[in-house]
């Protein structure tokens, strides 16, 4: 794949840029003040439709929901769907540390399934780039099993992106940012009306960086136009485009338990050590993305809404690891401890994807204060993974590594070991109704089912079907002003691919919640909910090593027979007098296999957040805004079970501090962001198998903006 030069992007998106603003031809003065501008986070005034699908206010949604808004994750300066979530009740953002390939987060124990704009849009591994947050106008949160109206999801929760779209009104923004480990970056969000019905909107990012890993860039060139057509008040269709290329690689490097957690009589081995070869290792990516969003109001009762998007998506993975998998309490092959096997592993994958997802509303009322919303859809999905790859082994002195003597492997996949072909196709089709009922203007009651038929065809392998009935109920009733109890039933299943180690073809996971607690919402600026949960979850797959009856051992993977999560949480967010917001979570979280008992590999029982923002008016022409957070992450376990032995690797906790310094003066602002503020050393995740995986760095950059 070709690298643009910084000049060439630069261009690219200065060209963008430029086109929407000719067109818009708007006076900048026409656009509302800076404070006007600002979004606050104030219970009540919340809604969304990621947990019903429907217009719905979170104080009338009886399940655990988190909204996240691009000026709060800006401001707490995330740089990753992951980063978004790391203020939020439940989850766990970045379990193995920053990661430049994946996102990943972890909600109530559970990894969690990314959906956009309610479509799913992440299949298999390694397949896809990272989705960029400056594209998001939010990103919301849902706690617990959402199958009935998403389809094969995360029994602990899922992520939605909902899309930044095109306004009617002239706004927008072009910022520039420098920062930690030479960040380059222009970005661009520009929004306004061609026409009386028509509004075009472009956002763009180019950025040139490495990163906290020496030879691990991490580029990006990223464009999304969109147009937003409204012939009437009741018809409203919007087309967005994608287009994403990165250059870039593994920030995670794998490094041995011995020289990081564990001592090495040579030391401990960097936080920035690369183990690999410097312009071959890489993680390079394409993303070609096209959505269509249809909305219609045939009057006050019936509306109609239609989506659908296709994603090609292309990716080339080639990396180097350390072998700390064949012997984890001593993976060295010298009595000096320095020498280590290495493998090289490279990969070419093409994603595909077709979703679509159609239903219509029906409101009537069934008693003078009985009100109802029926929502009854339909949708299906169908993606297609392919892969080719291949290994090779090496040795390295990993304390003083000679990278030219390392194989390039003529800059393409190594050919000593074949990987087995991949090409994985799946169909999935779902048909889904819910009833919203609204009693006397206080409670609400939510119930839903769903149907849904997966086929799952892997290359050389029979076809594999599943089939699912899930259910959802809830209520939430304000007893008295702004307490509101709420209890509900939800219930999901993930279909997956592949066999266990005996050969059988995995079961679908399958999982029930039953969730009870209180949102308190005495006012517009303050939402408090206290949540509890009980999760049981069927068929998780699990790594297992059992002997292969010659000395020596096999891995692979099992299904347990259930996994339950349990746990609490406690989420706030409130505006104060004198323009100060704060945000505040504590979790509780137990996540264990029924038939051990024992807490879930890198899963911590504990965590917490604070955050708080506070503005300040300078002068009639300037304000000052300041910020501050603190995440705190509790101790981690790791444990490989034999039938003889069973080996515990402990991660400490960890706390983390954050920071933000704001200026505003007119149409510019100048913001410093600094996460890790105090450049904090911690490990994110230890494990039994033979790895730990680095904590972010500090991360200081200042972004200039000039708003229209």
Known sequence: ????????????????????????????????????RQIIVTGMLERTNSGTKTDTPLTQTPQALTVVTDDVFLAQGSLSISDTLRYVAGVVANPYGPDSRVDSAFIRGINALQFRDGMRDIFSYYASTRAD?????????????????????????????????????????????????????????????????????????????????????????????????QPSADTDITLLGLYQEDDGGSTAQFLPLVGT???????????????????????????????????????????????????????????????????????????????????????????????????????????????????????????????TSGYNYETIDIYNIDYAALSDYGGGIPTALAGAPEDTRQRQIGVYVQDQIRLWDRVSIVVGGRRDHVRTKALNVAAEKASATTFRAGIIAEIVRGVSPFLSYTESFEPISGTTIALDPFKPKTGRQVEGGIKFHPDNKTLVTLTGYHIREQNRPIEVILSDGNGGTIRGQAQLGELTSKGYEVEASRTLPGNFQIIANYSFNKAAPKETGIQLDNVPKKSASLWGTKSFAVNSDATLRLGGGVRHIGTNYSRTITATSMKIVRTPSYTLVDALVEVNWQDWSLAVNATNLFNKKYYAACLSRGDCFIGAERNIFATLTKRF
Not at 9 to 36: N, Y
Not at 343 to 351: D, F, I, K, V
Request: net charge negative; no cysteine; glycine share 6%.
């Open 133 to 229: 947050p400056y594209n998001f106008a939010r990103v919301d949160v849902v706690r617990g099993p959402a199958s009935v109206l998403f389809g094969q999801g995360s029994i602990g929760g899922l992520i939605n992106l909902a899309s930044k779209v095109p306004e009617f009104q002239t706004a927008g923004e072009i910022s520039l940012r420098y920062g930690s480990f030479d960040r380059k970056e222009a970005l661009a969000d520009l929004t306004g009306p061609l026409s009386d019905t028509l509004a075009a909107r472009v956002v763009a990012r180019v950025r040139d960086a490495d990163s906290q890993t020496d030879h691990v860039p991490d580029d990006r060139v990223m464009v999304s136009p969109s147009l937003r057509w």
């Open 1 to 36: 794949m070709t690298k643009l030069s910084l000049a060439a992007r630069l261009a690219l998106v200065t060209t963008t840029a430029l086109l929407p603003i000719a067109a818009f031809a708007a006076d900048a003065a026409d656009v509302a003040d800076d404070e006007s």
């Open 261 to 387: 957690l564990y001592p090495n009589p040579n030391g401990k081995l960097r936080n920035d050590l690369f183990i690999g070869k410097p312009g071959w290792d890489r993680y390079d990516g394409r993303l070609l993305q096209g959505t269509g969003m249809v909305e219609h109001r045939f009057n006050d009762a019936v509306k109609i809404s239609l989506k659908a998007r296709y994603i090609d998506s292309d990716v080339t993975y080639l990396t180097h690891y350390p072998d700390s998998y064949s012997n984890p309490d001593d993976p060295y092959l010298d009595p000096a401890k320095r020498i280590i096997g290495l493998y090289a592993e490279g990969s070419h994958a093409r994603l595909n994807i077709f979703s679509t997802d159609n239903n219509v509303q029906f409101r009537f009322n069934t008693g003078a204060a009985i009100e109802h919303l029926v929502l009854a859809g339909i949708d299906y999905s169908w993606n297609r993974v392919r892969k």
